[in-house]
């Protein structure tokens, strides 16, 4: 029976130390299939959150999503020091500048690599300047940071249901976190994006926090859970975008369905009479996933208060559109 190798201890849900692109790479290491590479960016305290994905196997090479153009000497850094002298595919989850605005910057140097996304992204990819504006809106100096955004040369990038590569991965639509998301499978892994949220590995348990920003459509996501759902079962392991990895994705699937239900219900409930900051000590006692937060250290508490925020938002956004919908159609 074929051993899957992957750069984590399977069965628990911490991460190797070693893990780190900074930390010299042992051989262990380099005898890992699958290996996740982090892109920190000390600037904005984002430590062990935005990552790629590098597979190293019999059939070649691929990158999941390469992350925005400020980490991309990181990344060619390890893609150095793991040999990867060229690269087969680089699979995109989904378009947001922190997931492939160093794409351009890559494939530059990697010009062999073809290109999966989802077809609403494609058109943005060869030409960014969409994507540029949109991120300036909304992330202001954070896509500053991040850094500029290179067009890609289209004919790199192909829509496809399946990647031509070893027995083929699978690739599936997944709107919810965004409209051009989707999410993969490759032998026992499924790698998520952001269909289940962002997750901290926690030696107490799972931490999953919903990543619902605006334009968020609740029944989009469910949708997408709903259809995912054939592919996952106890032996799979998840692959997050942000960030490592989580044993059991059927028990996953549904942490992360009950925790987005619970969200939308809560805010629902106390959005007219409470503040976002009220409204995220209300999730703190009520929602035992989430709750974990108060396990995390400081830096990693004020990075996902932010972003919690920002998903409290989205789930505000969606009520009321919702509400103004049912108005206009009542009348
Ligand atoms: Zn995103």
Request: proline fraction near 4%.
């Given at each position: 029976m074929y051993t899957y190798k992957i750069a984590h201890d399977p069965?628990?849900?911490?991460?190797?130390?070693?893990?780190?692109?900074?930390g010299p790479i042992s051989l262990n290491m380099m005898e890992q299939e699958l290996q996740l590479i982090d892109l920190d960016i000390p600037e904005l305290g984002y430590l062990k959150f935005i990552s790629s994905w590098l597979y190293r196997g019999s059939e070649g090479t691929f990158l999941m999503d390469p992350g925005p153009t400020c980490t991309i000497p990181i990344l060619l850094k390890a893609l150095d020091r793991y040999q990867v002298k060229d690269l087969d595919w680089i699979l995109l989850t989904h378009i947001h500048q922190d997931h492939a605005g160093g794409l351009g910057d890559l494939i530059g140097k990697y010009s062999n690599a073809k290109i999966v996304c989802h077809e609403k992204g494609v058109k943005h990819l060869a030409e960014p300047s969409k994507l540029r504006e949109g991120s300036k809106t909304i992330l202001g100096d954070v896509s500053k940071v991040y850094g500029n955004i290179l067009p890609v040369p289209?004919?790199?990038i192909h829509v496809l249901?399946?990647?031509?590569?070893g027995d083929g991965i699978k690739v599936i639509t997944t709107p919810g976190?965004?409209?051009h998301h989707q999410c993969y499978v490759f032998k026992n892994w499924f790698f998520a994006g952001e269909l289940f949220g962002a997750h901290i590995p926690m030696k107490s348990g799972l931490y999953l926090r919903p990543a619902t920003p605006h334009r968020f459509i609740l029944e989009d996501y469910l949708a997408s859970m709903a259809k995912i759902e054939k592919y996952l079962d106890p032996k799979t392991t998840v692959c997050f975008a942000h960030y490592g990895t989580a044993n059991n994705s059927k028990h996953v699937l549904i942490c992360a369905r009950d925790q987005l239900k619970l969200w939308v219900k809560i805010i629902r409930e106390h959005k007219d009479k409470k503040n976002t900051q009220e409204l995220i000590e209300i999730l703190l006692e009520v929602d035992p996933i989430f709750r974990r937060y108060k396990e995390l250290d400081l830096q990693m508490q004020k990075r996902e208060w932010h972003f919690s925020v920002n998903s409290i938002m989205g789930i505000i956004k969606y009520i009321e559109e919702k509400k103004m919908l049912c108005k206009t159609t009542n009348k």
């Open positions: 069965g628990i849900n911490t991460l190797n130390k070693n893990q780190n692109t900074i289209g004919k790199k249901d399946e990647v031509p590569f976190h965004a409209s």
